[in-house]
Nanobody, 116 residues
């Protein structure tokens, strides 16, 4: 079974930056999409940023201009650079990869806490 592992979460003050990383425990031969999701306290998991194999990216309106998703060429690894963090960015961030037939892989999450 493929396991995704996130890292890079932590505690920062508003205006600070963090860089999240996600790697797969083994190679996923076909990946149709990759992305980051988050779950704030008392909320459902929501999309943060996605990256498709065609090179298209999509960001939630709340993070546009502040977050940047990227991937390592030829690798099952994605990253999320988060700048100008706000308290409302607080939550558990999850890595997601979608393979053939829509099979989804999820990490267990990394906690991001942003103080005022």
């Amino acid at each position: 079974q493929v396991q995704l592992v996130e890292s890079g979460g932590g505690f920062v003050q508003a205006g600070g930056s963090l860089r999240l990383s996600c790697t797969a425990s083994r190679n996923i031969f076909t990946i149709n999409a990759m992305g980051w999701y988050r779950r704030a306290p008392g909320s459902q998991r929501e999309l943060v940023a996605t990256f498709r194999t065609g090179g298209n990216t999509n960001y939630a309106d709340a993070v546009k201009g502040r977050f940047t998703i990227s991937r390592e060429n030829g690798k099952n690894a994605i990253y999320l650079q988060m700048n100008s963090l706000k308290p409302e960015d607080t939550g558990v961030y999850y890595c997601n990869m979608v393979g053939t037939y829509g099979i989804e892989y999820w990490g267990m999450g990394t906690l991001v806490t942003v103080s005022s």
